[in-house]
């Protein structure tokens, strides 16, 4: 079944200079061991490949079931210089969260959470 | 082992709020340390335009509005606890810590009155390496290429602004030790600002790399400020009492591990994902962060979520601090303007795309087309424009998109030719074009941003010390 990456996983983004970096946190271990296999660096590239991005370095935190991505030259010459409402790159994990991920349905249940759920004391 | 220290950040940027150290004063009269962050990337180059109109200007003036409400709060906390001063670390001074600190002692004597005097105030600079660049040669250029590009630094020398080293913990300590009740630095990397009372506190040595390291993260946890405590979280939503969201404190202990928490009677929330998602923002290699203190790697960090918004982050391993230190320079790169016009009705985005082609049309037609453009149609997947995020919210039916033009150029008449293109709009444009009310876009200088590396010999830090007195003359007594 093919799910939204918000349901496997919370992030984060800013800025780095011409780049800028998405941090992506799964929402348990089973959910970090799938993102590990399908959302890797030519898949973020992909996906964020109109901005345009020239590389995606990523980088794996397994002690925090976290992947940080690096969105090389992503911010086109930097905050100071970019002409875009998003200079700062601060709503590049909202957008990469909404990444469709290919889960098996035999995993489906121990992933995530449905969307509408509260998150309560999860977040 | 030496109690814990407790430092408090109570601002994240420029632009942050005022009132929030006069607040954590008052919510925790057992803090040691308040950290103010005023500096980010870009806040040099807006420092650097404000001085070219006003040569006293360079430090921002947000932070003598801040002390003027916390001023009455250390006076009282001097009385009451004569042993226990709260101390103050910025790095407010901007390109002008000097004329920062003057102001500074200026607005204690003021809202703190007579009990403000005796006061220290510790400057740290030295930062300030723009004659070093404007004056290197092309022998250099290589040795202070730009760190992302490797553009040769030749490609803007006769166009630099500022150019400042980003400082490590050892001039904060130094003042520290002449017993300064606030320190105002220039250009010092964002977790020195916390690193150094630490390091001072524990008296821990400069070789013990994992405790500086375990600093150097409780530090970056806290140098965002209410991020840590609930601010743009994923789960942001669910996060309780926003509008009194407490600023961060970190707890750090002896051996480097740290508690990051808030005050108890605030909103906001600290939990594990929250100090995870903070510990990822804007990072490159987890397994070396750096620092002009040290190098850190995140990757055998623990993050325990204790309860109670209290979590403890531990295991940081630290190795060298890198041999070179980061420079971050700006360069006159030209003018810009940007502005929006608000689209309601039937076909809003039709209608949008169509006024962007008539003030692109016009532009043309005078010969003036920014060298660099963006058109935007936000509230239809413009922020972020991907194919997969497009919104056709108006294919059938009433709706409304915000249209930002955006032009640059060197030549700023071009830029101000596309200023005046866009208003005409709000009588020739669609029915339903509102929301002009700004007026004409502004158009203002450019700075872009360099960053390079210097060799540490090159760099001398400068610390003194300013007593408050009524005068508020300036006695240096250290150098």
Redesign the interface.
């Known amino acids: 079944m093919i799910i939204p990456l ?1 349901q496997l996983a ?3 983004s ?6 800028a ?1 998405v ?1 992506v ?1 799964a929402r348990n271990a089973v959910a970090y061991d799938l993102l590990r296999d399908r959302l890797t660096a030519e898949a973020v590239q992909m ?2 490949a ?2 345009p991005v020239n590389r995606v ?1 990523r ?1 794996e ?1 397994p ?2 079931l ?1 992947l ?1 991505f ?1 969105l090389v ?1 992503v911010l086109a ?5 970019s ?4 200079a700062q790159g ?6 990469l ?3 469709m991920i290919d889960v098996p349905d035999e995993l489906l249940a121990c992933v995530g959470r449905s969307v509408h759920q ?6 | 082992m030496q109690h814990v220290i407790r430092i408090g950040n109570a601002a994240a940027f420029w632009g942050d709020r005022i009132a929030a150290a006069a607040e954590l004063a008052a919510q925790e009269p057992r803090l040691d340390v308040i950290t103010m962050d005023y500096l980010a990337e870009v806040s040099m180059s807006i420092l650097a335009r404000q001085r070219a109109r006003d040569a006293q200007a360079g430090f921002p003036a947000d932070f003598i509005e801040a002390m003027a409400l916390l001023a009455p709060l250390l006076v009282q906390r001097r009385r009451e606890q004569p042993d226990a001063p709260l101390r103050v670390i910025t790095n407010a001074g901007g390109l002008a810590p000097r004329a920062c600190a003057q102001a500074c002692a200026r607005v204690l004597l003021e809202h703190g009155g007579p009990a403000c005097e005796g006061m220290r105030i510790g400057i740290v600079s030295g930062d300030d390496v723009l004659p070093l660049l404007r004056d290197s040669g092309d022998e250099d250029d290589d040795a202070l290429k730009h760190l992302e590009s490797g553009d040769p630094l030749a490609t803007v020398r006769d166009r630099l602004v500022t150019a400042n080293v980003y400082l490590g913990a050892a001039p904060i300590i130094e003042s520290l030790r002449q017993g300064v009740d606030i320190i105002i630095t220039g250009r010092v990397a964002d977790p020195s600002l916390t690193v150094a009372p630490c390091i001072w506190h524990h008296r821990w040595q400069l070789h013990q790399n994992d405790r500086i390291a375990g600093a150097t993260v409780a530090g970056h946890l806290i140098e965002c400020g209410t991020q840590v405590t609930g601010g743009i979280s994923t789960g942001w939503l669910d996060v309780p009492d926003l509008a009194h969201i407490g600023y961060p404190i970190a707890e750090v202990a002896g051996d480097g591990s740290c508690v990051i928490t808030k005050p108890r009677t605030t909103g906001g929330r600290v939990t594990e994902s929250i100090v995870k998602e903070q510990l990822l923002y804007e990072i490159g290699d987890p397994d070396a962060y750096l620092s002009p203190d040290v190098t850190a790697s995140f990757l055998s960090l623990e993050v325990h979520d204790e309860g109670h918004d209290r979590v403890r982050v531990s295991g940081a391993k630290g190795r060298a601090a890198p041999p070179k230190l980061k420079v971050s320079a700006t360069y006159r790169a030209g003018y810009s303007a940007a502005g929006t016009l608000t689209i309601v009705g039937r076909d809003a985005l039709a209608k949008a795309m169509r006024c962007a082609e008539v003030v692109e049309t016009r532009l043309r037609d005078a010969g003036a087309q920014p060298r660099r453009w963006l058109v935007e149609c936000l509230g239809s997947g413009g922020a972020v424009p991907l194919e997969s995020l497009r919104r056709e919210n108006d294919a059938d039916g009433f709706s409304e998109i915000v249209l930002r033009l955006s032009g640059a150029d060197e030549r700023r008449e071009v830029v101000e030719q596309f200023a005046r293109e866009l208003m005409p709009l709000v009588t020739c444009g669609p029915q339903g074009v509102t929301g002009y009310a700004e007026g004409r876009p502004r158009v203002h200088e450019v700075y872009g941003y360099w960053p390079c590396l210097i060799d540490r010999a090159r760099v001398k830090p400068i610390v003194e010390l300013l007593e408050v007195r009524p005068a508020g003359a300036m006695r240096e007594v250290a150098r």
């Open positions: 918000y919370h992030a984060r800013g800025d780095k200079g011409a780049s970096n941090g946190i996906f964020f109109p901005l370095d980088y935190l002690n925090l976290a940080n690096v030259g010459g930097g905050a100071s210089l002409l875009r409402t998003d601060k709503a590049l994990g909202q957008a969260l909404e990444m509260p998150t309560g004391a999860a977040l």
